[in-house]
């Protein structure tokens, strides 16, 4: 009952707001310990407490796929699904920033394309830095600016597949949002010179161009005269000593190449190794659940070993007891071929006698 939406709520992009979670996700949130003792019976006032004791942001972490608080209130706001004012309060909030995060990445996964590029773009002024819990659990250091960032461009933030919007240019076409104008526009234009400016400066600017071109000109063809003829050097003095018979040269040449090819085959090496590893990092962005399937296999064979290493225990176990048993029977046989030849003694002295 605790875990349903609410009566009068309305369906988000054609489905269930809750929905919008992937249901892996949404029940390791329903088992979460955060979600049982701090998001029970909250309302949206309320909610606004919670939200200001928020100190990272981030989906999901460990082996076992432990969801953050910051993604617990995300699906109490989908839950309780508060008004628009509500979120848009969230947004504006200058003083917390984990407030502001919560209620730009609710309206994302909530709101029409022309209302997240109507309330998040603003955010781009915003360079506070964030707190961002990764899935090893460790923490990185993030801007608000790059989140929202994240949130307008990326498929997925926080382990959460997020809806499709409109691109940006769509919008401007079809005269629903204006053109997008950038904070740097001023300063760009205050550090660029007017034209009067340009027109007077640039006459008497051009004969002393002409003349640091023509000297660099002149110094330039200078080294490549005095690089050629030490070239030409270098090679007919090689070629002397070749015809003197001195073949060191040619040796310290065949050296060099072997180790050229050497560099570039551990160069070959360290690319495929790059990419390899590059590879598995798109495969893990690809499929985020990829680990829990390795832990899985991992389970398995460790079940297996566990199975293997009882079989062997067990095996060694009826091998001692046959050796016992073996012991056992050598032991009685000693007996009893002593207790026969005790007889077999005893009948003769008493025929002697």
């Not at 085959?265 to 360290?270: F, I, L, V």
Request: aromatic residues 8%; charged residues 50%.
């Amino acid at each position: 009952m605790a875990n349903r939406t609410v009566k009068d709520a309305k369906n988000v992009h054609g489905t269930n707001p809750q929905y919008l979670i992937e249901k892996i996700i949404r029940s390791r949130i329903y088992d979460s310990k955060y979600w049982k003792e701090q998001c029970f019976a909250l309302t949206a006032e309320l909610l606004v407490d919670k939200a200001m004791e928020l100190r990272f942001v981030g989906g999901v972490f460990g082996g076992n796929i432990k969801p953050t608080p910051f993604l617990c209130l995300t699906l109490k706001m989908l839950q309780i699904q508060p008004e628009k004012d509500i979120v848009v309060e969230f947004i504006k909030n200058e003083e917390f920033k984990y407030v502001r995060a919560l209620g730009a990445f609710y309206l994302r996964l909530t709101g029409s394309s022309l209302d997240c590029y109507k309330y998040l773009e603003p955010l781009y002024n915003d360079n506070r830095k964030l707190r961002k819990q990764n899935r090893m659990g460790a923490y990185e250091l993030i801007h608000m600016d790059e989140f929202i960032d994240e949130l307008l461009r990326d498929e997925r933030v926080c382990d959460i597949i997020l809806p499709r919007i409109q691109k940006r240019h769509v919008l401007e076409e079809n005269n629903e949002l204006e053109p997008k104008v950038s904070a740097l526009e001023d300063d760009l234009d205050e550090e660029m010179p007017s034209e009067d400016e340009a027109v007077e400066e640039t006459p008497a600017q051009q004969p002393v161009k002409e003349k640091k071109i023509e000297v660099s000109k002149v110094k330039g063809s200078n080294k490549r005269i005095e690089r050629s003829v030490s070239r030409e050097r270098q090679q007919t003095e090689r070629y002397r000593n070749y015809d003197n018979g001195n073949y060191r040269d040619r040796e310290n040449d065949r050296d060099k190449d072997r180790e050229r090819e050497r560099d570039r085959d551990r160069d070959r090496d360290w690319d495929r190794d790059r990419d390899r590893y590059r590879e598995a990092d798109r495969r893990d962005r690809r499929d985020p659940y990829g680990e829990r399937e390795r832990l899985k296999e991992r389970e398995l064979r460790d079940r297996e070993r566990e199975r293997h290493r009882r079989h062997e225990r067990q095996e060694e176990r009826e091998r001692e007891r046959r050796r016992e048993r073996d012991r056992d029977r050598d032991r009685d046989h000693e007996e009893r071929s002593r207790a026969h030849d005790r007889e077999r003694d005893y009948d003769r002295e008493r025929r002697r006698r």
